[in-house]
């Protein structure tokens, strides 16, 4: 099977494939840092991409997530995350022209942190990706500024 | 590195494998039916375990899902589950004598089906591991039993 098989919906086949860099961190509450990361998107038999993210620093491992991309049909999709942190995203949003942007409230376990709300804006090129996330927490409650990151295509 | 080096967690180690096997599903407003499954618990190097699930058919795939199992101390532990329909799991619950007891409510986007409240009991062995799954949904609001299936440990 090849991968034009696996994808259900021929506007998400771009964002299929490995993604490799580097990214920095910041916010209000925390110091800035550097991290890497590696950003994985597969197709499935469904019309929804499955997503996988690691990061790392010079410590070790930072953060991970694994989520769904669904296709909703002229333009919509919805990107539903969960993380080790206790934390899951369930964000309605675009993909228009290259750009998928979801915002949505955050929901956590008893144990997780406060975040409130997540917004990603995430700039697909045939061989590079550029995104940003920002988030609100219960001490920042207000959309701000989190993550911006440079990944390269590494595998189709 | 061994699977022991990335098991934060000596509880959790038993749970790491790939597991195989077979289910049946019900619910009140649906026809019975069955299910192959494939369920995946990878260790990390963090004190969570990743999950991941996909189940077919005779006519093809089915439902999958990701997440993270975390442990949270003296048998506590938090599954946080995104599944590509829409919706996604926030569930506390106990991990004790083998058995992984969880429940909590379940968020959905806006075009997600209305699922309310998931409780999944996970009942582990050294070569198998049994589950049942209720959930409430809007039309059934109070916790309904909607699978069972044995898997079989087929790799460490």
């Known amino acids: 099977m090849t991968k034009d098989d696996m994808v259900m919906v021929?506007?998400?086949?771009?964002?299929?494939?490995?993604?490799?860099?580097?990214g920095r961190g910041h916010f209000p509450t925390i110091e800035d840092f550097d991290y890497e990361e590696e950003f994985v998107v597969t197709a499935t038999r469904k019309p929804v991409l499955a997503t996988s993210q690691a990061t790392w620093g010079a410590r070790?491992?930072?953060?991970?997530?694994?989520g769904w991309l669904r296709w909703c049909g002229n333009g919509a999709v919805e990107w539903v995350i969960a993380q080790p942190t206790g934390l899951a995203e369930v964000s309605p949003g675009t993909f228009v022209d290259g750009v998928v942007a979801v915002a949505g409230p955050v929901h956590g376990t008893p144990n997780a942190?406060?975040?409130?709300?997540?917004?990603?804006?995430?700039r697909f090129s045939p061989d590079q990706l550029d995104y940003d996330l920002w988030m609100a927490t219960e001490v920042v409650p207000s959309l701000t500024h989190h993550l911006s990151a440079r990944?390269?295509?590494?595998s189709g």
């Open 10 to 22: 021929p506007e998400l086949a771009p964002l299929v494939g490995t993604w490799r860099g580097s």
């Open 60 to 66: 070790g491992p930072m953060h991970m997530e694994t």
């Open 113 to 122: 942190v406060d975040v409130l709300q997540v917004r990603r804006e995430y």
């Open 151 to 154: 990944l390269m295509r590494v």
